[in-house]
């Protein structure tokens, strides 16, 4: 099992990225898959998740109306659209899989032991 994530870097205020968690060894339609970022000095944050049964998807406060989660079961691939960018949003993100909880469950309590994390990509946002 295994969660490679890509699309990272720098970008300016109010800028955009795409950030993409391909899985492999596993079938990515069985799992929920979220987004979580750990910026310098602080824990751990879901950002968003999507279920697995029916796409049901759950967004941080912080993000909401700014980013979007989506998936291609056909390709194993998980995207997070991130728009209007702000320099709050620099974090190393990382994408994570559990076959068992919701959307809402695995982004407030995070992956459980059945579940798998990717290694992170860093989002820095700069002018």
């Known amino acids: 099992v295994q969660l490679v994530e890509s699309g990272g870097g720098l970008v300016q205020p109010g800028g955009s990225l795409r950030l993409s968690c391909a899985a492999s060894?596993?079938?990515?339609?069985?799992?929920?898959i979220g987004w979580f970022r750990q910026a310098p000095g602080k824990g751990r944050e879901g950002v968003s998740c999507i279920s697995k049964s029916d796409h049901s998807t759950y967004y941080a406060d912080s993000v909401k109306g700014r980013f979007t989660i989506s998936r291609d079961n056909a390709k194993n691939i998980v995207y997070l659209q991130m728009n209007s960018l702000k320099p709050e949003d620099t974090a190393v993100y990382s994408c994570?899989?559990?076959?068992?909880?919701?959307?809402?469950?695995?982004?407030?309590?995070?992956?459980?032991?059945?579940?798998?994390w990717g290694r992170g990509t860093q989002v820095t946002v700069s002018s």
């Open positions: 994570g899989a559990d076959p068992v909880p919701p959307a809402e469950a695995m982004c407030v309590i995070g992956v459980g032991p059945s579940g798998s």
């Open positions: 060894g596993f079938t990515s339609g069985s799992y929920t």
